[in-house]
Structures are given as structure tokens and as C-alpha cells.
């Protein structure tokens, strides 16, 4: 209703783009300058408006209508439950998590040698969450980073086998004969699972894209293509993402008062260390590379599991319709878009360069258009099939008192530790507010979806076009179960864009 307003005023020329060209742009993060995704800090005032009338207004209602119920939960809470190792397993492969799967490096395999046979033909991976060690949690509650050892028979198993745990800054070495340490090493596990999605990998499904978001809607005539490809598809972003990282009533603010933040620390206290591992990376940790926005299917850094070929399934629908909307773009609109990718690399430098005008020869516009599309639809996968699918496993494939965002026992410090209480593991309010926070922020509340958009377009050919890529999509639906594949989440529950 209130985008409708928007770049109503001024001269006819200005009425083309949205804003009048005065519309957001990205800048460096206020936090993190050199470390973090760019920020998008001065937004619209019809997206604020809009935003708080379908999503703000949903988390006061969640605030209030579901903290009785959150409240009635932790109060049955007794201890954490007991994870087998064949759960553990299952959790950290079947899944979301299994996006944590990494190569060893040398390190690893010298802290696991006594765990891997030189002759064994399998193969190791590694799932490491050391950036945890930079939290200073608050008094009584405890962290420690983990790697964990993986072993699988080859690298079509979708069977993973966890056999080690390394913990804390010493790594120590522990395995399931060890008992009650190796026990209590598991919640520390799902504890950096938890923080990692969070923190690291998520973050990288929303903040690079609000630079794409911005510099589309700040350079990009409204009747252009591109804009009408993108624009459904970034409503609400710019103002959640904000309110995330900038927002006093963020569930990640430096504000420990507020009832549904769940974590150990605040965000300054090292949780932000997560993000800059995440998106700047670690050097020589294979776990954690600098974030490159993928110009090719094997950057789209899928897991080798059942969910990253579901994500990736769901890939190729999107390239098909990106190329064929390119395929129709003017001259004059792929000089829009060269200017476009030019503005978007001085803030993400691995976004690909594009070169239309002046004059290009025939093989730099056919490559043009090539890094385009894919471009185009890296982004629309990403805002929508990628972002729901993480959001609905981490909310309803992993239990809330799996997800061990805080810990009151300290981490293993021998082979032969104490006895495990899981009863002192959490307290009833750590529960409280875990669940209020799933309800709030982790659980998917969509509000307008992707296969109800409408692109607008002008001729036949592309709306025939808009036709076959959601036949594409219903066709890859209904193709999953024939081959093994988990249906993750409904193709009809897909967010149009980031809204959760």
C-alpha cells in the first residue's frame, strides 16, 4: 500500500525510478567495517511503514499472545534430554547443520590421528565451531569450541558416523567410550551448531543481498525488467535485516533485559566474532572461507547431503527463468545493468563484472548475459527457496532444548570428567526464553509467498515464461520423494522474500 507512493513526486523522468532515485544505499557496517556484509542504515519511510504493519506487528502479538505459552513449556522443563550417539549423528547430517561439513585441514588431521586409519578409504570431514571461543558468556553459563570428526564410506553415502569430538582450546580428543565427557562434548556440539547457523551461516543468506536490494531499487528504472524480476522479491528485507542488526529490541542487542533473547552473551561480548568468521572467513580454516557471492553451480557451497540436493534441485528453475528474462532485455536495459553490477561490486567485489556498453563485442554481451542470469538467479533462490528451507529445519527439525544456547556446566576438561546431571545443564529460564525466541525469530511466518507472484510483465513470452518457471518449480517438487529426497518444506510454503 505505502510502496505504491513511493517516486510519485517530481518531474516525469523521476517518476521512473522508485524513491526518485533517492531511495537507500548501502554502507559500511557500523559494527564491523571491514569485517561484516554491508549494511543498508536509511530506509524508506513506506518500507518501515509497511514493514511494521505485517511483520512488527506480528512479533508483539507473538510477544504477548505466545509468552504464556512459553512460560508453561519451561516450567515442565526437567533436564536436557539424553542425545544417542545415533541421534547426534542423524542431527548434524540430516539437515541444515550438515552445512558445517568441511574438508580437514592439517591441524585436524594431527589433532585426529590416533582416530584415522592412513589406510582407511573413506572419507573425513570436519565440522568446526572454534570462532565460539571469542564469547564471554555471562556469569554461571560456559562455552567451548568443538571440532568434530566425521567419517563417511564414500561420497555418495548419504550415512555419516561421528567418531570424534576435539574440545576446547587444548582440543582435547574424546570419543563414545569416554563416558560422561563424551556425553556432555555432545551438547557443546549442538551449542556451536546453534550459534554457527545463526551467526555465520545464515547471516550470509540475508545481509549480502540487501546491497543487491538497495542498489536495484536506488539505479533501476521501475518499468526495467530487472526491476520487475527483483522487486517482489525484496519486500520487507532492508527494514528486517536492519532491525536485526541495529535494533534496540534485537534478539541479538547488547539489551540483556529483553525477555526473548536466548544466547550466553551479548552481542558484543563475541557473538559478533561469529559473523566476521562467517563473512570475512578464517585463514587457513577450511570451515570458515571469505563469503564470494557464486558466479558458477559449484560456489553455490551446497553439503554433500540429501539437503544440499534439495537446495540445489531447486536451482536450476530459476537460472532457466533468469536467462530467458535477460534473453528479452534491450540494449539500453543491459546498460542499466552494467552500471547496476558496478555499483553492487564496490560493495561486494566477488559480484560478477558485467560489460554491455560501450560498444562490447558479441562475446563479452553473450557473457554478459551468462554472468547475469546466473546472478539474477543466485539471488532469487537465494531470498526464497534457500532462506525458508533453512528457517523451517532449524525451527521444526531441531527441538528447542537441542538447540543448547545456554550451557551452566563447564565443558569437559579430562577424559575422565564428573558425573553428568543434565539437570544443571539449563535452567527453566534458559527454556523460557529459547522457546519465545523460536516463536518470534527462528519459526517461518510468511507473509506473502513465491508461487503467488505476480512479475508484471508486459508480453506474452514472459508471461509464459513466469508460467514455465512455476511449472519448473512444481515439477521438481513433485520429483523429490521418487528419488530419496526429503521434501525440506513445501513448495507452496516458499517466502517470496526474506521476511523471517
Same mark, same amino acid.
Given at each position: 500500500m505505502f510502496l505504491s507512493l513511493a517516486g510519485k513526486a517530481g518531474s516525469s523522468r523521476s517518476k521512473k525510478f522508485l524513491y526518485d532515485r533517492k531511495g537507500p544505499?548501502?554502507?559500511?557496517?557500523?559494527?564491523?567495517?571491514?569485517?561484516?556484509?554491508?549494511?543498508?542504515?536509511?530506509?524508506?519511510?513506506?518500507?518501515?511503514v509497511d514493514w511494521q504493519l505485517h511483520i512488527g506487528l506480528r512479533y508483539m502479538r507473538d510477544l504477548f499472545l505466545y509468552g504464556p505459552v512459553a512460560a508453561f513449556r519451561a516450567l515442565g522443563f526437567r533436564e536436557l534430554p539424553t542425545i544417542s550417539d545415533a541421534e547426534l549423528n542423524d542431527a548434524l547430517v540430516r539437515g541444515l547443520y550438515s552445512r558445517f561439513l568441511a574438508p580437514l585441514d592439517e591441524v585436524d588431521r594431527q589433532t585426529?590421528?590416533?582416530?584415522?586409519?592412513?589406510?582407511?578409504?573413506?572419507?573425513?570431514?570436519?565440522?568446526?565451531?572454534?570462532?565460539?571461543?571469542?564469547?564471554?558468556?555471562?556469569?554461571?553459563?560456559?562455552?567451548a569450541p568443538t571440532v568434530t570428526l566425521l567419517r563417511r564410506a564414500t561420497k555418495d553415502d548419504p550415512e555419516f558416523e561421528v567418531k570424534a569430538i576435539a574440545i576446547g582450546d587444548d582440543r582435547l580428543v574424546l570419543e563414545p567410550t569416554d563416558g560422561d565427557s563424551w556425553e556432555l562434548a555432545k551438547y557443546y556440539v549442538l551449542q556451536g551448531c546453534s550459534y554457527a547457523t545463526l551467526f555465520t551461516e545464515h547471516p550470509n543468506v540475508h545481509f549480502p543481498f540487501d546491497t543487491i536490494n538497495a542498489v536495484t531499487k536506488g539505479s533501476i528504472p521501475t518499468d526495467h525488467l530487472l526491476f520487475r524480476l527483483l522487486i517482489p522479491h525484496f519486500r520487507f528485507s532492508l527494514v528486517l535485516d536492519n532491525a536485526?542488526?541495529?535494533?534496540?529490541?534485537?534478539?541479538?542487542?547488547?539489551?540483556?533485559?529483553?525477555i526473548y533473547d536466548p544466547f550466553t552473551a551479548k552481542a558484543?561480548?563475541?557473538?559478533?566474532?561469529?559473523?566476521?568468521?562467517?563473512?570475512?572467513?578464517?585463514?587457513?580454516?577450511?570451515?570458515?572461507?571469505?563469503?564470494?557471492?557464486?558466479?558458477?553451480?559449484d560456489q553455490l557451497r551446497l553439503p554433500p547431503t540429501r539437503y544440499g540436493e534439495f537446495l540445489r534441485r531447486y536451482f536450476e528453475p530459476f537460472l532457466e527463468f533468469s536467462q530467458t528474462v535477460v534473453a528479452a532485455m534491450t540494449d539500453e536495459e543491459l546498460g542499466y545493468c552494467q552500471e547496476w553490477a558496478r555499483w553492487i561490486r564496490v560493495w561486494i567485489p566477488t559480484f560478477p563484472e558485467l560489460t554491455f556498453h560501450p560498444p562490447a563485442s558479441p562475446?563479452?554481451? #553473450? +557473457?554478459?548475459?551468462?554472468? &547475469? *542470469?546466473?546472478?539474477?538467479?543466485?539471488?532469487?533462490?537465494? $531470498? =526464497?527457496?534457500?532462506h525458508s528451507t533453512d528457517h523451517e529445519n532449524f525451527a521444526t527439525d531441531i527441538p528447542v532444548d537441542w538447540k543448547c544456547f545456554?550451557?551452566?556446566?563447564?565443558?569437559?576438561?579430562?577424559?575422565?570428567?564428573?558425573?553428568l546431571d543434565r539437570k544443571?545443564?539449563?535452567?527453566?529460564? #534458559? +527454556?523460557?526464553?529459547?522457546? &519465545? *525466541?523460536?516463536?518470534?525469530?527462528?519459526?517461518?511466518?510468511? $507473509? =506473502?509467498?513465491?508461487?503467488?507472484v505476480e512479475y508484471g510483465f508486459e508480453t506474452d513470452a514472459l508471461?509464459?515464461?513466469?508460467?514455465?518457471?512455476?511449472?519448473?518449480?512444481?515439477?521438481?517438487?513433485?520429483?523429490?520423494?521418487?528419488?530419496?529426497?526429503?521434501?525440506?518444506?513445501?513448495?507452496?510454503?516458499?517466502?517470496?522474500s526474506i521476511q523471517y
Open positions: 544505499w548501502p554502507q559500511p557496517s557500523p559494527r564491523h567495517p571491514l569485517g561484516t556484509a554491508p549494511e543498508v542504515l536509511h530506509l524508506p519511510w513506506q518500507e518501515k585426529f590421528s590416533a582416530q584415522i586409519d592412513p589406510s582407511d578409504t573413506g572419507l573425513h570431514y570436519k565440522m568446526d565451531f572454534s570462532p565460539i571461543a571469542s564469547v564471554d558468556p555471562y556469569r554461571g553459563m560456559h562455552v536485526v542488526l541495529q535494533g534496540d529490541a534485537s534478539v541479538i542487542s547488547n539489551f540483556r533485559a529483553t558484543d561480548a563475541g557473538l559478533m566474532a561469529f559473523f566476521v568468521a562467517g563473512y570475512k572467513g578464517l585463514e587457513g580454516n577450511s570451515a570458515y572461507p571469505a563469503y564470494r557471492f557464486a558466479a558458477s553451480r562475446q563479452e554481451k #553473450d +557473457l554478459g548475459r551468462d554472468r &547475469l *542470469a546466473f546472478a539474477l538467479a543466485v539471488t532469487l533462490w537465494d $531470498v =526464497t527457496v534457500v545456554r550451557l551452566r556446566e563447564p565443558a569437559p576438561a579430562s577424559k575422565t570428567g564428573g558425573v544443571k545443564l539449563s535452567r527453566k529460564v #534458559d +527454556l523460557f526464553k529459547s522457546h &519465545l *525466541a523460536h516463536r518470534m525469530f527462528f519459526a517461518p511466518t510468511t $507473509v =506473502t509467498r513465491l508461487m503467488e508471461r509464459e515464461a513466469e508460467n514455465d518457471f512455476k511449472e519448473a518449480l512444481r515439477t521438481v517438487e513433485a520429483g523429490l520423494a521418487a528419488d530419496g529426497i526429503p521434501n525440506y518444506l513445501a513448495l507452496d510454503d516458499v517466502a517470496a
